[in-house]
Every structure is written in C-alpha cells, then in structure tokens.
C-alpha cells in the first residue's frame, strides 16, 4: 500500500516520517526543510510511506507545495495520514477539508498535543473525530509517543471511504460540480468534485491535468460561467467564497469538539523573540552568533582538532602503511601510488572533517531551534533593497554547509524571479568544501589573523552576492512584484539525537565524497604527475599534470598566481572544491599539512596567497552544484550564465586585490 | 490600518482586500483574515518588516502590506 504523509509545514511530518519508518530524514524548524517526495517503508515490511512537502492548501503558490500537488494528481495513492498541528488546529483543517474532498481514505495523526496542552488547549480526541468523520490518534512525533497505534490505524484493511461532502458551498457551486461531472463522464480517475474544486479554487495545476480530458475552450467557458454566477449572487469572487464556507464548517467542528482554552501567560518563545528580533538588538545578535560560529569552527575548537586528526593521518596511519607496504614487498610504483597519491589525496581532505562537522552542528542547530526564519524576518529589508526578499537569506545560509541543498531550499521562494536569482548567487556563498582551502593557505600566510582572514573571505562571498544581486535585478531580471510573508515557528529546545543525525547527514556526504569522489581522483592525478611525454616516474615538471596547469598557467599571472601548479589544483577544483587541497598534496609531494604550509610560501607570497583564496572563493560552482542549477532551472542558458559571471567576478577582485594590494605595498 | 499602530497593541481585522492576491493567499493559508485577532509583536529597523501574532502563532509582513490591512483597535 502506498501511504502519502500530508500536513502543513512544520507540522512534524518528517519526525513522523522517521519514527514510522525508522529511518532519519533531515528535521528542521522552518518551513520547507523538505523540498521533494521521500519514500520510507514501515516497519511491517508491506507498505510503504511516501514523506512530502508541507503545505498549507493543495493549491500551490511555491515550487515545493506544487511537489504535492502534482503527486496527488499523477501518482498512485492508497491511502493518507494528514498531520495536524494541534495547536493550530482551525488553520490546519482547511487542507484536512481538501484532503477529503480528495475522496481517498485519511487518517489524521493529532501531532504538537504537548504545545497546545502548554498553551491551555484541551483536545477530546473522539469529539474532534466524530466531528470530522474519521479516525484520529494522537502523537508526539519528535518522541514516538502514540505513533504506533497511528501505524496500526493506517495499515489495518479496513477503512471506510471519507465524507467528501463535508462541507456544503451551497446550490450554484453543488450545481456546477454536478455538471462538471458530466463533462468528466468518468475519464479521470480522480474524483470530479475534488478536481472541480480546486479548479474553481484557481489551481493552475489541476486545471493543466482537466485539460487532457476536456476540451480547452469548454473548460475555460464552463470555468467563466461559473465564476460570474458565484460574484454575482454572492458578492465575493469563488475562492473567497469558498474559504468562507470551509471556514464555517471548520468553525462548527470546533464549536462541537469541546474544544477548551485557557489564557496563559506569555509563553516563552514570545520572551525569546522579544530579544532576537528586537528593533537595534536584532542585527547585533545574529552577527555575534555568525562570529561565535566562526571563532569555534576556526579558531577554538576546529583548528586543535583538525592538528589531532592531521598528526594521527600523517604520522601513526602512514608509518602503519608504510610498514605494511614494506611487509609484503609492494613495488615502488604501489608503493607512491598508495603513499603519495591516494594517502596525500584522501587523507589532506579528511583533516578538515572536524572542522567541517563543527560547522554541521552550528547550521542544524540554527534551522532546528527556529532561529532560521527569524533571521529571514531580520534580514528582509536589506534583501529587498537589493531586489530579493528574506526568504532568499536561508538557501544562502545553508549554502554555507553545501551549495547543493542550499539551492534546493530556493524552491520555498514564490515568485519564480526571486528564486532564480537566489539559485544563482547561492553558490557565491563560501561551502564547507571549500574551508579546507582557507585553512591551509591562512594556515601558511595569515597564522595570527586566521579566524579575521577566513570571516574576511565568507562575508566578501555576501557582499559580492547582495551586489550582484541587485545588479541583475535591476537589469536582466526586472519586473515582477517581491513578495514576502513568513511563518515563525516557535521556539523549540533541539533535542540532541535531531541535531547529531542532520549533522552527521550533512556531514557524511562529505566524508562520502573524500572515500569516492577524492579517492578516484587523487589516484588520476597523483597518474597524471607520474607520467608524462617522456615516460613514466618522470620528473614533476615533465610530467603531463605539469603540462596541462602550464597551459592555463600564464592566464593567472596578473593575480598573483602563475605556477602549473595552481593551474593544475583549479581545474580539479571545479570538481569538487576539496580537490584542490588533494591535487596540492600530491603535487608538493608534502608528507604533511604543517610541511605543505612551508613549501607553499615558496610559491605564493601572502598577497597571492589571499588573492587565490578570494578567487576559489568567487570563481566557478563546483560540479555537483552545477548540476543542481541546471535541474531547478531547467535552463542551460541559467546554468552556463552562472558560470560565467562567477569566472568574471572572480578574476576581477582577485586583480583588484593583488594589484591593488601591491600598490599599497603589501607582498 | 495594521502598519501605524504600536507594539503591544491588539486589533481585529475588517478589511484585507486592497492587498495583492498573492499576499492574500498566503495571509489566508496562515489563517490570516477578516474577523481575525492580531496583537503587533515588533517592527523591523529600517522600514523593514513587522511581526504579528495570531492565535498563538507568530508571522512577519511587510509594512507596504500592512498599511493595506484595516483593522479596528481592540
Ligand atoms: N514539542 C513538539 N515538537 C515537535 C513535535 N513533533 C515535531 N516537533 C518539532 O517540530 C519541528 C518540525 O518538525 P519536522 O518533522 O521537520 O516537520 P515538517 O516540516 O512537517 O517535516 C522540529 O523542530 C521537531 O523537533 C511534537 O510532537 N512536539
Ligand atoms: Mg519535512
């Protein structure tokens, strides 16, 4: 059986999801964590449970609720479990109407009954079932409370259909179902009233699907008809008048439910929020929490560990190697291809991944405690100086843990405007795979300013994107009005095991990739610096690695940089950005990071050590993030566009910093 | 109208109809509509957005908006 998870946003429906399936999917408190469909099996082994966006109607104004729409309409569903937010109740009803009308069976998971009791809201659970006609159970998704008898409801066989007539919109509307039906004459599979409905709603996409079956003239003339009938003997236009009776139902419903509500204090998150989104604290705040973020992952914490886990690499792990090689008498060609290439390669990555968990943690804590769409709310009015809204401030922020999913989260932004370019500057936010790169270059140049020198090089990433931004919406993506409404959950104190598994989900990919991705690449490149146009085990500056960075090598001259070497580690990096610090390894044939960090400055002086940071930095969007581009776009001339403006951009500052830079006198 | 009155304040919406249709929707999806109780929570620095609570349940808009929402004090 095919069981869809439907609710509105924030709801709980992937904390469900993982407690009926018992697998972890990504948790967060902000709407639009989840962008696409996830399927997860129950825990019977039979049925399975398909996780979806969250949405507020089945009428969709973003990208991510259309997902749901578009799943009802073509893809096969037994049966639904709608999550309710029960301290939210009246609002949440209006999609469990729509649900219904939809004609398959539906039970309802009551989730949040812990918040509303805080909030002096008494539920009946049998009342409110009674009412809306079918079965109801109560949870508590982040804890598992009651999930199971939620599992036993929806997987039992017998299930009656739902009421879809539970709300009467009163003799013109009835009348126009009656005749859509006709019109149908059963060709869709779906239910007409359901369809009709939403037409009559607005719905773009149900309409679309209509129109396979009806002629596209007879719909829009019937649709007409029936528009003008309502706005005339009603006064409203159809949607608004069809709010309004599913609003008196669910007024009703509520009325009979013995619903009881007590006045209580202020709850806390109202305390919280008066600080963080206070009118002067509010900026101050958030840019003390990025610093703290920064000084930890840098600085504190990450750096100490990262010389841990660098010396047990370089030092322990490879005289075991070393050993073992010896042992079993590798050939010298193993023995380099093993030491040098795929130990240098792999492991110069793995260094970072303290680092790179540290900076995980900071970024699920921020999205799971619902700090997140305050920081959208605080930085809205800066984002619509330059043409974007704050929603586009979050796609960016967890761009700062992977451009990938940082882009995916852009589907929450409504107008299609805003969201392109908000996927087209998300890159130019500095991913944790390129942090092993400044690591290793302040590391060499900047040892007293480290955590000052990498904050430097993640807020030009913002200032370049907020000027860009403003750049392109003022001239190529003009028009089109902003548009800006928020949901601010509350406030929720993230429970340890949440925020282990999205950091340890962010966080493996990463480690994933090095075991992968890094692996088969070192061993390609450490092969292209083995050979070259003389032979084999040639001399580095004979060997084709060699030959290949040479050639783009002049091209960099004017920023700082003219070595194959660079050549050679930027190409590799638009792989992937950590293969940059892999090709270095292998290529300064450097046991260990400290002693890179030494030959390093024998090739950069720390102005063109800067200048190639800001360049990695700006100049072109890794592979992966690529072709997330392509795929939400849906455009090559888009993905190509972003490219080539980042190469531009990139080459631009990195002159202006290493020129300019020399002029005031710095080396 | 929603955008002039003070923090703290408590009101009741009468008429949301002048703001643009998208808005609307989504004012409505949040359950945002004539007849419902906001109290303002804060504004934003700058001209920038206000928060407002309804029902227990916080959102932000943005002043151009508001100031099309007509409510009377409470
Ligand atoms: N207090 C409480 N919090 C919950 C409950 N269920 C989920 N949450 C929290 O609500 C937030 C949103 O959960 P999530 O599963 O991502 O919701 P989704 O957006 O509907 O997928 C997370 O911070 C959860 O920890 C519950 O029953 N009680
Ligand atoms: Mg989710």
Redesign the interface.
Known sequence: MDIALIGNPNTGKTSLFNNLTGSYEYVGNWSGVTVEKKVGQFKNKKDKLIDLPGI??L?P?SKDEGVVTQFLLSEHVDKMINILDA??L??NL?LTIQLLEYGKPVVIGLNMVDVALK?GLQIEPNHLSNQIGIPLTPVIARTGKGCDLLAEAVTSERMSEPNARIVNYGIEIEEAILRFEQLLDNKSSRSARWLALQMFEGNQYVKKYVKNYIESEKLDQFLVEIKDTVKRSTGVSIDQFI?QKR?ETIDQIMADAYIKREQIKT?L??KI??IV????L??PIFFLLMYLMFMLTFDWLGFPLSDLLDAFITGTLSNTIENLLNAAGASAFIHSLILDGIVAGVGGVLVFVPQIFILFFFISLLEDSGYM?RV???M??LM?AVGLN?KAFIPMMIGFGCNVPGIMAARTI??PKERLLTILLTPLMSCSARLPVYALFVGAFFVQQKAFIVLSLYILGIVVALVLAKLFSSTILKGE?S??????P?YRLPQFQALWRSTWDKGKGFVKKAGTFIFAGSVFIWLLSYIGPGGTDVALDDSYLAAIGGFIAPLFEPIGFNTWQAGASLITGFLAKEAIISTMNIIYFAPDEASLQGLLSDYFTPLAGYSFMVFILLYIPCLATVATIYKETGSKKWTAFSMGYALIIAYLLALIIYQGGRLLGFM | MLGKLKKGEKCRILDISRI?L??R???????I?EGTEVCI?????????I?V?S????????RV?AVQIEVERL
Do not use: W
């Open positions: 507020y109607s009428n104004l301290s939210q009246e609002r209006h909030r709010f609003k709850p998150s109202e929020d008066a989104t206070n009118k002067i509010g900026l769409a959208a709310l605080v809205d009015r619509e704050g409504e107008t009005t548009f800006f409404v928020i949901e601010l509350p | 643009d998208l808005v929707r989504r004012l409505l999806d949040l359950g509509t929570k804060c504004y934003m620095p700058f001209g920038g957005p928060m609570e029902c227990g349940q916080c959102i932000g808009i943005r908006e």
